[in-house]
């Protein structure tokens, strides 16, 4: 399992993050240029990546302001597991990491580390723009 992580600091209190988190009609604000097609409820959302696939996902799992955890609703390309984690950085902020776990085979590892960890990095940028 492949296993990649990005987190930033934000100055807003635990609750504030995760319940922006929480639904995931915001996330597409979080999301880069080259996603496209998207739609999305509270606990759904599917979204096309630019000449790479559509994916499907659902929140499977919900820890009140610590944790959130989506799965793919249909099958993707490689088994991927998306998971939000907020703690208080003890400073009245929080601390905001978001990490994806997925089953990549060696090819599909150097194909995909990289945009996989482009992605992360760009969302917990834009989390910490959205949530000054």
Same mark, same amino acid.
């Given at each position: 399992?492949?296993?990649? +992580?990005?987190?930033?600091?934000?100055?807003? /209190?635990? &609750? $504030?993050?995760?319940?922006?988190?929480?639904?995931?009609?915001?996330? %597409?604000?979080?999301?880069?240029?080259?996603?496209?097609?998207?739609?999305?409820?509270?606990?759904?959302?599917?979204?096309?990546?630019?000449?790479?696939?559509?994916?499907?996902?659902?929140?499977?799992?919900?820890? +009140?302001?610590?944790?959130?955890?989506?799965? /793919?609703? &249909? $099958?993707?390309?490689?088994?991927?597991?998306?998971?939000?984690?907020? %703690?208080?950085?003890?400073?009245?902020?929080?601390?905001?990491?978001?990490?994806?776990?997925?089953?990549?085979?060696?090819?599909?590892?150097?194909?995909?580390?990289?945009?996989?960890?482009?992605?992360?990095?760009?969302?917990?940028?834009?989390?910490?723009?959205?949530?000054?």
């Amino acid at each position: 399992m492949t296993i990649i +992580e990005s987190s930033t600091e934000i100055n807003q /209190p635990v &609750e $504030k993050v995760y319940t922006f988190l929480a639904d995931l009609n915001n996330h %597409q604000q979080l999301m880069p240029e080259n996603i496209y097609n998207w739609s999305s409820t509270e606990d759904e959302a599917s979204f096309t990546i630019q000449n790479m696939a559509k994916l499907a996902i659902r929140i499977s799992d919900r820890v +009140e302001n610590q944790e959130l955890t989506a799965l /793919p609703t &249909e $099958k993707p390309p490689f088994d991927v597991e998306l998971k939000w984690k907020v %703690q208080d950085n003890g400073k009245g902020g929080t601390t905001a990491t978001h990490l994806i776990s997925a089953d990549l085979n060696m090819m599909m590892k150097m194909l995909a580390s990289g945009p996989l960890q482009k992605l992360a990095d760009h969302q917990t940028t834009r989390l910490s723009e959205i949530l000054k």
